[in-house]
């Protein structure tokens, strides 16, 4: 099976060049022109630019949370990334209570394998970080699994201390793992919700309060003190504060290997989405939730002078109102107070675009930079690259041929999120994906779906992480 991609622009995170792809047996076999088209499946992408697939580092695909489960699965959640251009993502294995790190990853190696329509990876977050635990690490790595996550958040049910927080990146570094950090303070968190809840402060606007700037701040500082203390590298999940952005500058500036991602919602969206009459706001609380406008120019700050490495989503959606024929419990859980909503928020089909509307037509960044954020440095930090990531010789051939001047229009009734709201209702984005392939294999061809379950494959990946 040989396809031939012709009078494209390839963009990629070092260099913007016309030339053909030639695609045998899902591998980029060569580059360059003058193919011959004997035999060959030929798609010209005249006027178009080809990049690299999205890979979202970020994700909770049918995620138990709070007495429910996020709405999309490993087969929804993968059609709505594929149309939104997103062809690989790593999402979050939990290991339960009392329980090994190699179980997590088997349950949710479980829940995707059938129904996988792109590729996947896992991360794994560590609840539990007792010493047979931590003596697992090694293990872990020979599964593919080379990044783990711990939370500094959630007291009580995930939120590990600072003394396991830095045993487990030691451990984790010795082993050519990477440590991820949920960096907010869960216990100025218990504490607050626990005063606001008896004031009865119980409208949405007050999840913002219990999660507000200087809680995520001071925890980001700390993790990158332990940094500094454990020489352990560490990639920080979801920046949402200015503060938090400059910690990692500063430290970052020191030469500490410390890695920033931030998620598209936290360029758009300040804490205003959660203050509006009724119920509304519900559909923003997420954690951390989105800051004040101040937060976000930083942010955007931190993508420019690459203080930022990643673009995620965090998507982990839940419905408006799960309470109709065939739904998960959703945010309706919420109604009566703030701390009852399901966290979470929906983005994995929007990303890509979004930031290619807001960054790239704008100027802001380059194209070449959004690639890097949304697929190369992904690919580079948590061991998939040259696999995936970039269009290259050798490469899975996971490919957006984007169409720069298409418009498009974000809409819940229109997008493939198993979810009935979305963020941006409304926003017209320029520039769209126009053909998605995942290892050659075309799976969106404007608006039709050619993707099928069981199709995606989980990818072991290496411990050659780069710390960028
Ligand atoms: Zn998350």
Redesign the pocket.
Known sequence: MKTIIKNGKVITAGDTIFQDILIEDGIIKALGKNFSEEGCEVIDAEGTYILPGGIDP?T?LEMPFGGTVSSDDFYTGHKAAAFGGTTCHID?ALQTKGDSLTNGIRTWKEKAKDKAAIDYSFHIAVTDPTEETIEEIPAIVKEGVTSLKVFLAYKGVFQVDDTAFMQTMTKAAENGMLTMVHAENGDAIALKTKELLEEGKTDMKYHSEAHCEAIEAEAINRAVSFVEITKAPLYI??IASGNGVEAVRKGRRKGLPVMGETCIQYLYITDDALDQPGFEGAKYICSPPPKKEEDKKAIWEGLTDKTIQTMAT?H?PFWFDGTKEGRTPGKELGKGSWDKVPNGVPGIEDRYPLLWDGAVNTGIITPNRFVELTSTNPAKIFGLYPKKGTIAVGSDADIVIFDPEKKHTIEASTHHMNVDYNLYEGMTVTGWPQKVMVRGKLLVDGDDWLGEAGFGEFVARKTENEIL
């Open positions: 970020h909770h979050f999940v979801h965090d982990c």
